[in-house]
């Protein structure tokens, strides 16, 4: 990579991190480019030569994360560890998640744009899924989850959740202590065991 090639990454990720810092904390349609622009330390133009729009960029910004926690959970994933290790690093990476995302934070992602859903969609069939799936057949294996319930069920099960969460009537509503609680029910139910 030569000065130029490598000034003009630097500048790029100037931009994304800027304005990743800005929205974990606010919500995006209040940000302007000359804002992110001057928190960069770059000229608007400069975002609009890399990314094309100010909803590009911030797609750029969510699939990097995607990645990011997607590299993570299959680390953990794949570790030799007991099921209930597993989970209760699952719980807290979700509890470190839903703190890190206040609720404009939440209101940025772009459910509502096909192509953003399609890539959800599709992480979720070809990363998140299968390890999830290895995953239950582990905590059957080591007879941590009840062989009375299918993996079937426990994946539909996720599916209406991420429905629901997916829905801006819902969303809406969800401050931080609420998605931690739904977490909660998530990962251990109402009662954790049969009574």
Not at 64 to 87: R, S, T
Not at 172 to 182: S, T
Request: aromatic share 10%.
């Amino acid at each position: 990579m030569n000065g130029f090639q490598k000034r003009r990454e630097q500048k790029k990720q100037q931009i994304l991190r800027s304005l990743h810092n800005m929205i974990m904390n606010r919500n995006f349609q209040e940000i302007g480019v000359r804002e992110i622009a001057k928190e960069a330390g770059v000229s608007p133009a400069s975002i609009y030569n890399f990314f094309g729009s100010k909803e590009e960029l911030a797609k750029q910004i969510f699939y990097h994360l995607m990645e990011e926690e997607g590299e993570a959970f299959q680390k953990m994933m794949e570790a030799d560890i007991p099921f209930e290790e597993k989970m209760e690093n699952m719980y807290a990476l979700s509890i470190s998640n839903q703190e890190t995302l206040n609720n404009d934070g939440l209101k940025n992602f772009m459910f509502e744009d096909p192509v953003f859903t399609e890539h959800i969609e599709q992480y979720s069939r070809t990363v998140v899924i299968p390890a999830i799936m290895k995953l239950i057949e582990q905590g059957k294996q080591e007879q941590k989850i009840s062989g009375g319930v299918s993996s079937e069920a426990i994946l539909f099960f996720m599916n209406v959740i991420m429905q629901m969460l997916g829905s801006s009537s819902v969303r809406d509503k969800l401050n931080v202590e609420m998605r931690k609680e739904i977490g909660h029910l998530f990962f251990y139910g109402i009662f954790g065991k049969k009574p």
